[in-house]
């Protein structure tokens, strides 16, 4: 039986404010759960569950405090509009130092949609990209839709927020690969080990002035209609031609 103050505390981490105060963020699901423990069991702090996913889940919950609760308590905590047998409280990462130098980093121009963000983060684990810099006024990375989509991945990649203007402008021994609708053929252009791939806004794509700073222009051939291309598609597609 979960307690009023704990239910009200579990609430509240549905709020920024309140991760940020706390360090820590609501990850929700079986298989997120799961990758979390698996991966990185020292950050996850409490897990809420009911009983017959912690019978089936035993051999995983040696190390991790766990709660079993009954399916309507599991609603009052939950983020979700179908809860889904499992809730965790999740440490967020202490990062170190961003260093773009000697590494793959993705920078974010804006990118304010949580699923597109998400799905960034779970793009850029599968190609070994370990770092995300991100510009302030992109969607908060612990936000629960950010955190599904991630599938687990948030515990591998490292994200920072920063004036992304003012640190790229501060990469000068980095090259910078934008991007955008006009620029070269993303199938013609060399591999790469270093170098920061800039990506923007879904509707508006990258500002002005960051776009200044890029030493490379990037294109995605077209051979349809569209307009555009989802931000984390154009992502994928970016780094599996040349990561």
């Known amino acids: 039986m979960l307690v009023k103050q704990k239910v009200k505390y579990i609430q509240t981490l549905g709020q920024k404010k309140f991760r940020e105060q706390e360090r820590v963020f609501i990850a929700e699901g079986s298989k997120l759960v799961k990758e979390l423990v698996e991966g990185s069991p020292s950050i996850v702090k409490e897990i809420y569950a009911v009983k017959d996913w912690i019978e089936d889940n035993k051999g995983l919950l040696s190390k991790t405090s766990v709660t079993e609760v009954a399916e309507f308590e599991l609603e009052k905590i939950s ?5 889904n047998k499992v809730l965790a409280i999740v440490q967020q990462c202490d990062n170190e130092k961003l260093v773009a130098k000697g590494k793959i980093t993705l920078a974010l121009d804006r990118i304010q ?17 370990e770092q995300i810099v991100c510009s302030n006024d992109s969607a908060d990375v612990y936000n629960n839709k950010v955190v599904q989509a991630t599938m687990g991945s948030i515990a591998r990649v490292k994200i920072f927020y920063t004036d992304l203007e003012n640190w790229l402008a501060g990469q000068n021994d980095v090259r910078i690969y934008a991007a955008v609708l006009e620029g070269q053929d993303i199938t013609t252009a060399k591999r790469i080990t270093e170098g920061i791939i800039l990506i923007g806004n879904e509707s508006r794509g990258i500002g ?9 222009k990037l294109t995605i051939p077209k051979k349809g209609k569209a307009e555009s291309l989802n931000a984390a598609v154009a992502t994928g597609i970016i ?3 040349i990561v």
């Open 208 to 216: 002005e002035t960051a776009l200044k700073l890029a030493n490379v």
């Open 79 to 83: 983020q979700l509009a179908t809860p």
């Open 239 to 241: 780094l599996s031609c």
């Open 113 to 129: 949609d949580p699923g597109n963000l998400g799905t960034i983060i779970r793009i850029a684990d599968w190609f070994g990209v």
